[in-house]
C-alpha cells in the first residue's frame, strides 16, 4: 500500500512571495490533515478535512493560509504571501477514520515538505 | 495549559539497553487516547503505539511497551533492546475530540540517541 505522497520536499522562497504545498493521501482515507512544524516542536494541526469538506481550520492564519481538498483526495496547501515565522515543516497525514468508535486508528503522515522563508 | 509534557531534551543509551521516554497528559475527557511517533532525520511521523483510556491492559508492539499509568496522567513509552536504528525524535500526542472532530496533539519531542 503505497503511504501519503508530498511534493514538494524543500523549498526555498522570499518573504512575500506564494508557495504552494501537494499532498496525495492513502487511496481510501477520509481524513486529511495538514499540520505545521516549527523547529524545535511537534506538530500543530492547521486544517482538517473530511471528505471534501473542513472539519476544522480553527488554527489556520486565514488571512495567508489556505487549503482545498477537491473531489476528496488530493489536497493544497497554499501561503500568500509568505512571512520568515513561516518556515517550518508541512506535514499531511490521512487516516480512514471510518467511525463507529475506532479509537486505534491512526494518522499516517507523509515525509513532510521543509519550508524555508528568507 | 500545556497538554502534552515532554521533559526530557534528549537522552543517551547504549546499543541493546532498555530505556524508558517520559510523557505526562492533561485532560479532563473521560475517553481520550494517547500515542508515540518517532520522527527520524528524514521527517516522516511514524506511528509507535496506543493507548486508550479504556484499556485495561499497557500497550505493547514488539520492542515497544507503553507505561500507562492513568491516575498520574503518564504514558511512558518504554524501548526495550535499543538498536541504533532508533536514534531519531520521538513525540507523545494526546487525540482531542471537539465539536465532531478529532485531532492530536503534540509534545514537543524528545530526541534519543542510541551509542554503539
Known amino acids: 500500500e503505497a503511504g501519503v505522497a508530498q511534493s514538494p520536499r524543500y523549498k526555498i522562497i522570499e518573504k512575500r512571495q506564494s508557495v504552494a504545498f501537494w499532498c496525495n493521501p492513502i487511496?481510501?482515507?477520509?481524513?486529511l490533515y495538514w499540520y505545521q512544524q516549527i523547529l524545535g516542536q511537534g506538530p500543530k494541526l492547521l486544517i482538517q478535512?473530511?471528505?471534501?469538506?473542513?472539519?476544522?481550520d480553527s488554527q489556520l492564519p486565514k488571512d495567508r493560509f489556505s487549503a482545498e481538498r477537491l473531489k476528496g483526495v488530493d489536497s493544497t496547501l497554499k501561503i500568500q504571501p509568505a512571512k520568515l515565522e513561516d518556515s517550518a515543516v508541512y506535514l499531511c497525514?490521512?487516516?480512514?477514520?471510518?467511525?463507529?468508535?475506532?479509537?486505534?486508528?491512526?494518522?499516517?503522515f507523509g515525509p513532510g515538505t521543509r519550508l524555508l522563508v528568507l | 495549559a500545556q497538554k502534552i509534557t515532554q521533559t526530557q531534551p534528549g537522552m543517551f543509551v547504549q546499543e541493546k539497553e532498555a530505556v524508558t521516554l517520559d510523557c505526562t497528559y492533561d485532560t479532563s475527557d473521560p475517553s481520550y487516547g494517547l500515542f508515540w511517533y518517532k520522527q527520524p532525520s528524514s521527517g516522516e511521523m511514524i506511528f509507535l503505539i496506543y493507548?486508550?483510556?479504556?484499556?485495561?491492559q499497557n500497550a505493547t508492539e514488539g520492542r515497544y511497551s507503553l507505561n500507562f499509568q492513568k491516575a498520574r496522567k503518564s504514558a511512558n513509552l518504554v524501548i526495550s533492546a535499543s538498536q541504533l536504528g532508533d536514534s531519531a525524535m520521538y513525540f507523545c500526542?494526546?487525540?482531542?475530540?471537539?465539536?465532531?472532530?478529532?485531532?492530536?496533539?503534540f509534545g514537543k519531542g524528545m530526541k534519543l540517541t542510541v551509542n554503539p
Open positions: 487511496s481510501g482515507h477520509a481524513t
Open positions: 493507548q486508550g483510556s479504556y484499556d485495561q
Open positions: 500526542a494526546m487525540r482531542e475530540t471537539q465539536g465532531g472532530s478529532e485531532k492530536l496533539v
Open positions: 497525514a490521512s487516516s480512514p477514520n471510518r467511525g463507529g468508535g475506532r479509537a486505534r486508528e491512526t494518522q499516517y
Open positions: 478535512f473530511q471528505n471534501n469538506g473542513v472539519v476544522d
